[in-house]
């Protein structure tokens, strides 16, 4: 059973914007309602990086300096979604986009969500 669930990417042009979308789970362990959570990206050839979090209540969000004053990270809790309005993306934005919760550091993942990585949605940007 998926427990993260991302959805939205697509073919964008260079400046233009997308919306991702991340579903988890309320109700089975992990809950991750009860955790901070963020974006994460894998751009072709290189490891996963931090691209934005947000807290448990949907408040205080943390963004890359490669992102930042572009993208937009909000969290519904009335339907456990989490999103990452991207503006003006750039073709070195183009990655597999996940979603995880984060640890104190809002930076990284923690230990026990290592196992929880969902498929991601691929974003690409062209030129």
């Known amino acids: 059973q998926a427990l993260l669930i991302e959805s939205g990417g697509g073919l964008v042009q260079a400046g233009g914007s997308l919306r991702l979308s991340c579903v988890y789970t309320a109700y089975s362990e992990p809950i991750f309602r009860n955790y901070p959570m963020g974006w994460f990206r894998q751009r072709p050839g290189q490891e996963r990086e931090f691209v934005a979090a947000?807290?448990?209540?949907?408040?205080?969000?943390a963004y890359a300096d490669s992102v930042q004053g572009r993208f937009v990270i909000s969290r519904d809790l009335t339907i456990d979604t989490m999103y990452l309005q991207m503006h003006v993306v750039k073709p070195e934005d183009t990655a597999v986009y996940y979603c995880?919760?984060?640890?104190?550091?809002?930076?990284?993942?923690?230990?026990?969500?290592?196992?929880?990585w969902g498929q991601g949605t691929q974003v690409t940007v062209s030129s």
């Open positions: 995880n919760a984060v640890d104190d550091s809002r930076r990284a993942v923690p230990q026990w969500a290592e196992d929880y």
């Open positions: 947000v807290t448990r209540g949907g408040g205080g969000p």
